[in-house]
């Protein structure tokens, strides 16, 4: 079992920048690959980015590539998401999720990968 946390949701002006964070707790962190997702109001639950489990590979949804980083950090049970050059679409609840069944390479992107959630963190991106 892991339990996943987010923060550094909020307000922020179009072109603005947001930092999220996701803590997990537990001490097998290094063995679950990370993603982020996003729901909107009224749409469905969407993959945005992803990283295995040593960090080496990442992926992200063609919407924000150029613009969102996905990183963690392993010693701190951290997976973050800095989101740069926001825009009024981004705006969403904004979801961590941990796959403990990935492979060392593996960047999952299907919601059904991912057993474990957290509860969620809004972001609204202003005009």
């Known amino acids: 079992q892991v339990q996943l946390v987010e923060s550094g949701g909020g307000l922020v002006q179009a072109g603005g920048s947001l930092r999220l964070s996701c803590a997990a707790s537990g001490r097998t962190f290094s063995s679950y690959a990370m993603g982020w997702f996003r729901q909107a109001p009224g749409k469905e639950r969407e993959f945005v980015a992803g990283?295995?489990?040593?960090?080496?590979?990442?992926t992200y949804v063609d919407s924000v590539k150029g613009r969102f980083t996905i990183s963690r950090d392993n010693a701190k049970n951290t997976v973050y998401l800095q989101m740069n050059s926001l825009k009024p679409e981004d705006t969403a609840v904004y979801y961590c999720?941990?796959?403990?069944?990935?492979?060392?390479?593996?960047?999952?992107?299907?919601?059904?990968?991912?057993?474990?959630w957290g509860q969620g963190t809004q972001v609204t991106v202003s005009s």
């Open positions: 990283i295995s489990r040593s960090g080496g590979a990442t």
């Open positions: 999720a941990a796959d403990p069944k990935a492979s060392v390479v593996t960047v999952p992107t299907t919601l059904r990968r991912y057993s474990y």
